[in-house]
């Protein structure tokens, strides 16, 4: 249940789950492939903290160490939404 705890902490920051999987469905494959690999840009993070805020994120008071934290725990996250989608489309393909 380490997703749980992790949906949990980014709760804190009021990013819940549904928001990340609305991000993980938006992104377009080069982005999806750039978030499992560690890739992203410094314009990937703004656009990305863009629209967490838009949809309620609170990003201010907090310490770096909980920024840090955060932006791992929502790489799992989304890298876990992208393998599960992934898979799914593979299953879809096979039948």
Do not use: H
Not at 28 to 50: C, F, H, N, S
Not at 61 to 70: L, P, S, V
Request: hydrophobic share 50%; no cysteine; charged share 20%.
């Amino acid at each position: 249940m380490a997703q749980d705890a992790a949906a949990s902490q980014l709760a804190s920051f009021g990013v819940s789950y549904a928001t990340v999987a609305e991000y993980v469905a938006q992104l377009p494959p080069a982005k999806r492939v750039a978030v499992m690999a560690g890739t992203l840009t410094e314009q990937d993070y703004a656009e990305q903290i863009e629209f967490f805020v838009q949809r309620g994120a609170k990003i201010d008071g907090f310490e770096d160490a909980d920024y840090q934290a955060m932006g791992a725990k929502l790489g799992t996250m989304m890298t876990s939404l992208i393998m599960a989608d992934e898979a799914l489309a593979v299953v879809k393909r096979t039948k």
